[in-house]
């Protein structure tokens, strides 16, 4: 069993950074695939970043490229979420989850462990 804890999130002005860290017990988290959701208000659940358990490949979809970068720090069991120049529309809760498989990896369905969630906000 994995327990994911998320923190980091506020409220912010565009263009304004944040850095989210999901924080894991139990298990270490070398041993998963990695990555970050969010969700907004009406709407589904989005990928938006996965860091493979070698630490090195990483994927990101398309409207945070560039700006948002993420990583692990396997003293810490840890996952990070830098997120820079922050836009109104990256308003969501922002979730951690952790995946055995790892593909198709912007499915949340392959992914066994979430954490809570988040809030980021930003205004405009």
């Known amino acids: 069993q994995v327990q994911l804890v998320e923190s980091g999130g506020g409220l912010v002005q565009a263009g304004d950074s944040l850095r989210l860290s999901c924080a894991a017990s139990g298990r270490t988290l070398s041993n998963y695939y990695m990555a970050w959701f969010r969700q907004a208000p009406g709407k589904e659940r989005e990928f938006v970043a996965t860091v493979r358990s070698s630490g090195t490949i990483t994927y990101y979809t398309d409207s945070v490229k560039g700006r948002f970068t993420i990583s692990r720090d396997y003293a810490k069991n840890t996952v990070n979420l830098q997120m820079n120049t922050l836009k109104p529309e990256d308003t969501a809760v922002y979730y951690c989850?952790?995946?055995?498989?790892?593909?198709?990896?912007?499915?949340?369905?392959?992914?066994?462990?979430w954490g809570q969630g988040t809030q980021v906000t930003v205004s405009s």
């Open positions: 989850a952790a995946s055995r498989s790892s593909a198709p990896y912007a499915n949340p369905s392959i992914y066994n462990y």
